[in-house]
Structure formats: C-alpha cells, structure tokens
C-alpha cells in the first residue's frame, strides 16, 4: 500500500499490526478467533434475512443471491467472505493487513471457492471508481478504526442506489466494559488481551450522527447477547453490548440484468 494510499486511509497501523500477528489462526476454531466462529452463525442469520427482505429474493433457492456485488470491508480471514460466496454473492474481500488476505486467499484456494480477496481500505476503492455494491458488510471493524466518521462515510458511498450496508460493533456503556473488554479478555480469556478499546466501542446514535450527511436511511440497533447454557449466540432486544445497525442509501434498487442464454443452433 502506498504512503500516499495511507494518508488517505482511516485505518489505525496499531490495529493492522495487532490482527496481522495473528493472521495465520482464522480458520482455527479453537484458537485466537475461536470468539468469532461461535459468533458466526448469529451474524450470518442476520445478513440473510436482512438480504432476503431487501433484495426480494428467495430464501429457498440454494444460492439466492447470484448476480448481487458485496463488499466485505476489514474481511480478516474471510470467515463471511465464504458462506456468503456460496449463498451466489460476488465477493470482494478486502482488508488493511497482508497477512490477512494471504491467509483469506489461501483457504478459498483450498476449498475452491472464488473470491477477490484485495489488500486495500474503502478509501482507496472510492477513490479509484470502484463500482457500487448491493451489499456491505462492516462487521466489528469501525471500533479499530482511527477516524470512523470518515471510514463509515466512505463506506456508504460505495453502495449502489437502494444497496444496503449492515454495520455490527459494540456500544461504550459500562456493561459492555465488564463483558466485552473485562471479561472476554482478562477473566474468559475468549480474546488476546487489547483486542478492544472501550474507548473506542460507538453508540447507536454516534454512528447515526457520522452519516447524518449522507443520502441514507439508519435502521436499529438490533442486539445480540450471548446465552452462556447453551453456549451460543442469538439476536436480542438488549443492544447494550453487541449490535448491529442497517444502512440503506437512497434511490430505487435495480436488480442486475440476468445473463443472456445463448440460443443452440437448429442444425
């Protein structure tokens, strides 16, 4: 990435350099990211329906969303890159860290899914014309952002008329610095120590406050808490801790033209 790539970018080097000395243990469920595998099928449920609803497509088709462009934007590993590569997504990956899309890249190869990993921020693809998508995804990554105001924006203006970005972090109240930072990484040990800065974790009405200038609709928060009998993760009226936020931009969604069939010859 050029530096002067860099000085355009919200992205915070500390953090980039934290998630790349670890990069080589997403697909690990029993590892450092083991938090995030538990917390995978939550997330996933959530950008399917909110999908489903907005595009109007069906949920009983195996891949329901073929044909529809998605950005996802800090994709680390590429834990949601994946699933949503098979549910007929066109994905682009993209993240801050190397190591992240060397490891992301490395196991689409081995599974035989294609997916256009890019080391690259939401800054840069805005500025080199990228065209829109139907769908991003900015999952727990405006937290380790240095100016989330700016990245959320540039954000947003990547979304096509109509697309829709699902937004996920976690809210600066003192409950979520007893479970989310206290205990999660001091006490259950479930992730490294100065994964998060409390000071950093957004509320709702922040994140609706950064695009208030911006031609968009802000929908939530939805909450998601943990159930420690069952050991899983499910959505929730309680947004205290974790939760995620819909963003819609203004304009009237086109759905992309279906690919021209050949006609086979007569003869």
């Known amino acids: 990435m050029t530096s002067q790539a860099q000085a355009r970018s919200s992205i915070d080097p500390a953090e980039v350099e934290r998630f790349s000395k670890i990069a080589a243990e997403w697909w690990d469920p029993k590892g450092k990211f083991a938090p995030l595998h538990k917390f995978n099928p939550v997330r996933l449920g959530f950008i399917r329906d909110q999908a489903l609803h907005r595009f109007g497509r069906d949920g009983a088709a ?18 949601l890159s994946e699933p949503m590569t098979r549910l007929g997504f066109q994905v682009v990956g993209v993240d801050a ?31 080199a014309g990228e065209p829109g998508f139907d769908l991003i995804l900015n999952m727990e990554v405006v937290e380790h952002v240095a100016d989330p105001g700016e990245y959320l924006r540039s954000c ?62 802000v929908d939530g928060p939805f ?25 819609v931009r203004d304009g009237v969604w086109e759905a992309p033209a279906k690919p021209k069939r050949s006609r086979k010859s007569s003869k």
């Open 156 to 217: 947003a203006r990547l979304l096509k008329p109509g697309g829709l970005m699902i937004v996920a972090t976690l809210k600066r109240t003192l409950k979520a610095l007893a479970l989310a930072k206290v205990g999660a990484e001091y006490v259950l040990r479930w992730l490294p120590v100065g994964t998060h800065d409390w000071s950093r974790f957004l509320k709702p009405d922040e994140i609706r406050g950064f695009l208030a200038g911006e031609p968009v609709v």
């Open 223 to 247: 909450g998601v808490v943990f159930e420690p009998l069952t050991g899983r993760w499910k959505q929730s009226h309680d947004a205290d801790v974790n939760y995620m936020m819909t963003v």
């Open 62 to 79: 195996r891949r329901p969303f073929e044909g529809l462009r998605l950005l996802d934007i800090g994709c680390g590993g590429g834990l």
């Open 97 to 127: 860290a190397e190591r992240n899309i060397g490891t992301a890249s490395a196991h689409a190869a081995e599974v035989g899914l294609t997916i256009d990993y890019r080391c690259t921020t939401a800054e840069d693809l805005l500025a």
